[in-house]
């Protein structure tokens, strides 16, 4: 196909012109794909994954925030209280988030409505559980096989694939966390949080521990954040441990409590 310009210059000059345009929005889509990752983040740190100049993140940034898809948050740094200037650190909006894949949100909506009407609250909450059993099915099996120190790495992985964007860290009280920083049906979980329970319970079965949710994008949180009670053996002829999606002991579930506002300023909320 050729392109006609009227400004002076060759048909090499045209195309050379209008690849630019697609490259520029390319990169563009790689910053607001790496604020949904990794937010909230730093215009530095978003430099420096995608190599690029601080003019050139600043100018992507700022177009961004003109079409609502990201916004500015403030934060201090670790350690400094009331010292130095607060850390702007981007963070993706609900427009943002729409723009990942939020296809047949009003469908599906329509559909939960319509079966909790006419059969009952039950009936969506094994719609939902059905909805996770695939992943379950996939991957309870594939677990035996992987250590229990990367059960969690690899359950993330698999969320990626499946469009959540997720990840897996070390927690500070111990165990580890899973957070999901995109999810293709927040705008339906927030108004059946069916959904997300039974996520949670999946979760729990996968990996064969307790797991507990302590945050959620449908609810308003930056991010799905979810922790994983460390993996404890049990004893010859000692009864399996029951796998739930509460925390393992009133202990622990006291100090994780303890910990959810340190993990909402993490994840943006």
Avoid: N, W
């Avoid at 607001?32 to 530095?44: F, K, M």
């Avoid at 993706?92 to 939960?112: C, K, P, V």
């Amino acid at each position: 196909m050729k392109y006609v310009t009227e400004m002076p210059g060759t048909e090499e000059t045209a195309v050379v012109r209008l690849s630019g345009v697609s490259a520029e929005r390319s990169t563009r889509a790689r910053v607001a794909r790496l604020i949904l990752e990794h937010g909230p983040i730093t215009a530095a740190s978003l430099g420096e994954r995608l190599g690029l100049t601080p003019a050139a993140v600043r100018r992507h940034l700022d177009a961004l925030l003109v079409d609502g898809l990201t916004e500015v948050r403030t934060a201090r740094p670790r350690g400094q209280r009331g010292r130095g200037r607060p850390a702007k650190m981007f963070v993706i909006t609900d427009a943002g988030r729409s723009a990942f894949e939020h296809a047949y949100d009003g469908l599906a909506g329509s559909a939960l409505r319509f079966l909790a009407e006419r059969v009952g609250e039950e009936a969506v909450a094994e719609f939902a559980r059905s909805q996770v059993s695939a992943l379950v099915e996939r991957l309870r099996p594939e677990m035996s096989e992987v250590p229990v120190d990367q059960r969690v790495r690899v359950l993330a992985e698999a969320l990626s694939a499946e469009g959540y964007a997720a990840s897996a860290s070390k927690a500070s009280l111990g165990g580890e966390q899973l957070c999901q920083h995109h999810c293709p049906v927040a705008h339906v979980a927030a108004e059946f949080p069916q959904l997300c329970e039974a996520e949670t319970e999946a979760f729990a079965q996968i990996l064969g521990t307790p797991v507990q949710r302590l945050a959620t994008i449908a609810h308003g949180d930056g991010v799905c954040t979810t922790h994983v009670s460390p993996h404890r053996t049990t004893e010859p002829g000692a009864k399996e441990r029951r796998t739930s999606s509460q925390a393992s002991g009133p202990g622990q579930s006291s100090a994780i409590h303890e910990t959810i506002d340190t993990l909402s300023k993490e994840t943006g909320r």
